[in-house]
């Protein structure tokens, strides 16, 4: 009896030429572009130290995650957006995200510690601030929900014709959430003017990248909805910039979403309350000293002739900013009790 032959599996058809994003260069920024964007950073260091200090001594309660070490990406990011337009939205890990949108320092420390004067008015601590007149749309607790949140306001930027676009940032950890991936569908489906921010910074609690991702190749995450995606080093701010305006110019053209992979790091642990116990002093200790953010904007500055006196006096500047951002949120006062029953939703759907 003659064998039927075996079928064939058919060949995957290949994905048709698709329009890539260019390379990406380094930012080439002048001298006082470059001192802004170290100044910001700089900033989100000593707030961060400083909310630690504050954290320690019980001024701060609830959670609080800080952003050290990943500064040049949300600075880096930021600087490139038209802040009349654009929206931004993150998880919980936000104050640098609000200080490099050149939120009032003071408003964020005092809702860090509770006090009517904070931005979210002392209701929504560290990982609930939220600036709607500057279009900064939290600060996220659920991990992976601003990702769809995001989406929305991408929408709505297209669907009100704004002109805008939508910064949506989250972690190697989120990329492995669900609602992530039925978001990537429909912005690429409706062309949504959104610029997807992986701040790959290797843990998502204590859980590695490599031990949690099947790929760990994070900018290939939208391979299957044809959304492209460039790797970016997250420790080196004009690459950052670099990135932002290749992305820009990408979803500006109306080309839809595209997805940065910031590779970064986290010095702190996960939050306050991370012994990160995970991973040596040796590895925080050998990322800090060969790739730290802040040290390598201090060598492109020196290229640029920026003199050591100049770079102190605006040590001194970050520093009072910090202090005086500090004594206002220790000494403010708590909102008052009435204000529990303030922006409460009643209303039944
Ligand atoms: C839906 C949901 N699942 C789990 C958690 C608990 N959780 C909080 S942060 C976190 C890790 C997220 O890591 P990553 O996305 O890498 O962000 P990173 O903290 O590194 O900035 C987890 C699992 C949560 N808040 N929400
Ligand atoms: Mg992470």
Not at 67 to 73: H, P, S
Request: aromatic residues 8%.
């Amino acid at each position: 009896m003659a064998k039927t032959p075996a079928k064939k599996t058919p060949a995957v058809p290949a994905v048709p030429n698709r329009e890539r994003p260019d390379e990406p260069n380094r930012y080439n920024a002048s001298k006082e572009e470059l001192i802004e964007l170290y100044r910001q950073m700089l900033l989100i260091r000593r707030f961060e130290e400083k909310a630690g200090q504050l954290y320690g001594l019980g001024f701060i309660g609830g959670f609080c995650h800080l952003y050290i070490g990943q500064e040049a990406v949300a600075v880096g990011l930021q600087s490139a957006l038209d802040g009349e337009k654009d929206s931004v939205i993150t998880g919980y890990r936000d104050h640098g995200h609000m200080l490099a949108y050149g939120i009032d320092p003071k408003v964020i420390m005092a809702e860090l510690t509770g006090r009517a004067a904070g931005i979210s008015r002392g209701k929504g601590g560290s990982m609930h601030m939220f600036s709607t007149e500057r279009k900064f749309y939290g600060g996220h607790g659920i991990v992976g929900a601003q990702v769809s949140l995001g989406t929305g306001l991408a929408f709505a930027h297209k669907y009100n014709e704004d002109g805008g676009v939508c910064m949506a940032y989250f972690g190697d950890g989120a990329a492995n959430q669900g609602q992530v991936y039925e978001s990537f569908n429909m912005a690429e489906l409706w062309k949504l003017p959104i610029v997807y921010v992986i701040e790959n910074n290797q843990y998502a609690m204590g859980t590695s990248i490599h031990r949690a991702s099947a790929e760990d190749q994070l900018y290939r995450r939208g391979e299957s909805f044809r959304i492209p995606g460039i790797q970016v080093d997250g420790m080196d701010v004009l690459a950052c910039r670099g990135a932002a305006e290749e992305a820009l110019a990408w979803v500006r053209a109306g080309k839809g979403p595209i997805i940065l992979e910031m590779k970064t790091y986290r010095y702190r642990g996960h939050s306050m309350s991370d012994p990160a116990k995970y991973r040596s002093r040796e590895e925080v200790q050998s990322v800090r000293e060969k790739s730290d953010p802040i040290e390598h904007a201090k060598r492109d500055l020196d290229a640029l002739n920026v003199k050591e006196e100049e770079l102190k006096a605006i040590e001194a500047e970050i520093r009072k900013i910090v202090s005086e951002a500090a004594d206002f949120a220790e000494t403010a006062p708590e909102p008052d009790p009435a204000e529990l029953y303030t922006d409460v939703l009643v209303e039944a759907y």
